[in-house]
């Protein structure tokens, strides 16, 4: 699975992004999908995850009711809708694919697939 992540730029706090992930190879629907992200001197960490068929989703406590992961298995592209930016919201992006159920992502190490980070900044 290749993937492909955009989307990402700057906004002031407060605002939104939608980010995307767009996945080309093996078959997409199998894969649980997510995204992490990693700001400066920090390690990568967990932020939402979504199964194969949309039906389960998994937040960490930091974003939860701010962001919303979703799919659409026919466009072979997950999402991260992100409301109520924050400045500690930023970081590089990356989403990730992995047969682990969603719920269970919890650790960046050990994932299947990664696409390229996406950068993005919150201004205070």
């Known amino acids: 699975v290749q993937l492909q992540a955009s989307g990402g730029g700057l906004v002031q706090a407060g605002g939104s992004l939608r980010l995307s992930c767009a996945a080309s190879?093996?078959?997409?629907?199998?894969?649980?999908m997510g995204w992490f992200r990693q700001a400066p001197g920090k390690e990568r960490e967990f932020v939402a995850a979504i199964s194969w068929s949309g039906g389960s989703t998994y937040y960490a406590d930091s974003v939860k009711g701010r962001f919303t992961v979703s799919r659409d298995n026919a466009k072979n592209t997950v999402y991260l809708q992100m409301n109520s930016l924050k400045p500690e919201d930023t970081a590089v992006y990356y989403c990730?694919?992995?047969?682990?159920?969603?719920?269970?992502?919890?650790?960046?190490?050990?994932?299947?697939?990664w696409g390229k980070g996406t950068q993005v900044t919150v201004s205070s």
């Open positions: 990730a694919a992995d047969t682990l159920p969603a719920t269970m992502w919890r650790s960046w190490r050990g994932m299947d697939y």
């Open positions: 190879g093996r078959t997409f629907s199998s894969y649980a």
